[in-house]
Nanobody, 118 residues
Framework: QVQLVESGGGMVQPGGSLRLSCAASGSWFRINAMGWYRQAPGKERELVASITSGGITNYQVSVKGRFTIDRDGAKNTVSLRMNSLKPEDTAVYYC????????????WGQGTQVTVSS
């Protein structure tokens, strides 16, 4: 069994910062890409940022320059540093990982709420 556990959400004022963390546990052969998605009320889930096992990153245009994704291969963790937060960043943020076991599977965390409001 594989679990992804997120932490670090909360409420912050516009212009503030938050850091999300996600830890993977279980057994596998390899973790490929890891990433963060978000889903705002009434909207579809969307990719925020991703990072490959080799460290190649990809960001949604709206967060480029404000968010930074990072991962620690030894600890099986991925983090998302969010600066200059805007009200439109308000959403539930989900950790995601592509993990190779007997096949290749995508796993999701339970989600953590991020609210940006004055």
């Amino acid at each position: 069994q594989v679990q992804l556990v997120e932490s670090g959400g909360g409420m912050v004022q516009p212009g503030g910062s938050l850091r999300l963390s996600c830890a993977a546990s279980g057994s596998w052969f390899r973790i490929n890409a890891m990433g963060w998605y978000r889903q705002a009320p009434g909207k579809e889930r969307e990719l925020v940022a991703s990072i490959t096992s080799g460290g190649i990153t990809n960001y949604q245009v709206s967060v480029k320059g404000r968010f930074t994704i990072d991962r620690d291969g030894a600890k099986n963790t991925v983090s998302l540093r969010m600066n200059s937060l805007k009200p439109e960043d308000t959403a539930v943020y989900y950790c995601n990982a592509e993990i190779v076991r007997w096949g290749t599977f995508r796993y999701w965390g339970q989600g953590t709420q991020v609210t940006v409001s004055s």
